[in-house]
């Protein structure tokens, strides 16, 4: 499968092809969001949309209009979570030079990754 197949796919239908329980529709959005995010910001990690994405920044435009404190503050809950800590992996959680980062990604133009 590819990623545009995975940002087409309709949710119910592939969480019943998959046939996994702990795979749900509301899973299997977050990884359409999470891929969707990745393929419009380029430079954005899978750890960090998995992070915005729990944070609810799921789109482009999200993490563009939401200021940086506000998604520093997100992220920063999300980190805090045992849903954050499994994304972390041991690893730090955001600061505002990564948050700022994030935010530069998205205000390039013409930036979209092919899926």
């Not at 910001?41 to 200021?67: S, W, Y």
């Amino acid at each position: 499968e590819t990623v545009e197949e995975l940002l087409s796919a309709d949710r119910a239908a592939s969480v019943s092809r998959l046939r996994q329980k702990w795979i749900t529709e509301e899973l299997f959005e977050k990884w359409q969001q999470q891929a969707q995010l990745v393929c419009d910001v380029a430079g954005l990690r899978g750890h960090d949309a998995q992070l915005l994405v729990e944070a609810g920044i799921t789109t482009k435009t999200d993490l563009e209009e939401t200021d940086n404190t506000t998604v520093l503050q997100l992220v920063t809950h999300v980190s805090t979570t045992k849903e954050g800590q499994r994304i972390l992996r041991d690893g730090q959680p955001p600061d505002a030079t990564e948050v700022d980062r994030w935010k530069q990604f998205a205000a390039r133009e013409d930036q979209k990754h092919a899926a």
